[in-house]
């Protein structure tokens, strides 16, 4: 961990402003989940024509606000979290600068990956034609971020997790595109976060999928679970890749 001063965590700037502009709309995405599933509840009558008794319908909203809650500490709980990384001592932030901004630019405009065409950006604004009249995006910021603090580093290897559909190759599925990856080049990519420190750092992380108590497998099936691996990258914000000498 970062704790035991072994290893540096280098995190560029855009990712740092990625995850604090997706941290309140996942809150909201959350929130409108749930108030929809809570309408069809209540519709439930008049869509069926079949009554539900009040107390059934009292005790599936409650496990349904219960469960929402939960979800809500969740997340409250990663923020925290997020936000200590960030501020770790042995984390390094890349910073911007109009150097990189030019770059994120012009790779917009070469349509080189990880470059969306359509992409609506927060601020872009689209011409007439439905071309967008700016072509900076986060990735594009992202990737050059990346290029820009290993230009003038030597005996550093890159480890690359993303599972971002906008990094991979036309040809081929979940696979990352080959002048990406020869471009920046990437020691070792995988999806999988833990695959990524266990080849790096060497560190080993076990993953323990936890029973479902009794009293969880007979609770109403509104919302159903996933059991995702411990590691697995979220789609939303690209890690970047582990480096090391």
């Not at 995850?19 to 309408?39: F, N, Q, S, T, W």
């Not at 929402?68 to 932030?93: F, P, Q, R």
């Amino acid at each position: 961990s970062l704790d035991d001063n072994k290893f540096k965590l280098l995190l560029p700037e855009i990712t740092i402003l990625e995850i604090r502009r997706i941290k309140p709309e996942k809150d909201e995405d959350l929130k409108k989940m749930y108030e929809e599933v809570m309408l069809k509840i209540t519709d439930f009558s008049s869509i069926t024509g079949k009554q539900i008794a009040t107390s059934a319908l009292s005790e599936i909203e409650d496990y349904l606000k219960n469960l929402y809650d939960k979800e809500l500490t969740k997340n409250a709980k990663i923020w925290v979290l997020l936000e200590k990384i960030i501020s770790h001592k042995n984390t390094e932030i890349l910073p911007l600068n109009d150097q990189i901004l030019l770059a994120a630019y012009k790779r917009g405009v070469e349509g080189k990956k990880p470059f969306v065409p359509g992409f609506l950006g927060i601020n872009s604004q689209f011409t007439k034609n439905g071309n967008p009249s700016h072509d900076i995006q986060p990735d594009c910021i992202f990737v050059e971020n990346i290029i820009s603090f290993l230009k003038d580093k030597k005996g550093l290897e890159l480890y690359f997790g993303t599972d971002d559909g906008d990094f991979y190759t036309t040809l081929a599925k979940e696979k990352l595109d080959p002048d990406l990856e020869k471009e920046l080049k990437i020691k070792l990519y995988s999806t999988k976060l833990s695959e990524l420190l266990s080849a790096a750092v060497g560190l080993k992380i076990v993953t323990k999928i936890p029973k479902a108590k009794k009293e969880e497998q007979n609770t109403y099936p509104v919302v159903g679970k996933v059991q995702v691996e411990e590691g697995e990258i979220d789609t939303s914000v690209n890690t970047g890749g582990v480096v090391k000498r």
